[in-house]
Nanobody
Framework: QVQLMESGGGVVRTGASLTLSCVAS????????MGWFRQAPGKEREFVASVTWSGEPTYYIDSVKGRFTLSRDNAKNAAYLQMNTLEPEDTAIYYC????????????WGHGTPVTVSP
């Protein structure tokens, strides 16, 4: 059974940092493209960042470029989203996801971890 478990969310002030973790089990993590998404209150889920199975390249939405860094450790079946200089607009539930085919929709999703950034 495939499981993705996010952690690391919390409540922080503007300008603070958080690191989200995603640990996968039940599959060969190192062969999957990994992505982070977020859903803010009242909004649709949006793509945040992704990384290929090898760790490069990484992709980011414009609003987080220069502030967020996505990395993965295939030996630990884990990926991390380092989030710096957080803004209230980053408030959302953050989800990690995996897909085998980099050109296909994501196959597996976690349950999310909430991030709240206060002014």
């Amino acid at each position: 059974q495939v499981q993705l478990m996010e952690s690391g969310g919390g409540v922080v002030r503007t300008g603070a940092s958080l690191t989200l973790s995603c640990v996968a089990s039940g599959l060969s993590f190192s062969t999957y493209t990994m992505g982070w998404f977020r859903q803010a209150p009242g909004k649709e889920r949006e793509f945040v960042a992704s990384v290929t199975w090898s760790g490069e390249p990484t992709y980011y939405i414009d609003s987080v470029k220069g502030r967020f860094t996505l990395s993965r450790d295939n030996a630990k079946n884990a990926a991390y989203l380092q989030m710096n200089t957080l803004e209230p607009e980053d408030t959302a539930i953050y989800y990690c996801a995996l897909k085998k085919d980099p050109w296909a929709p994501y196959d597996y999703w976690g349950h999310g971890t909430p991030v709240t950034v206060s002014p």
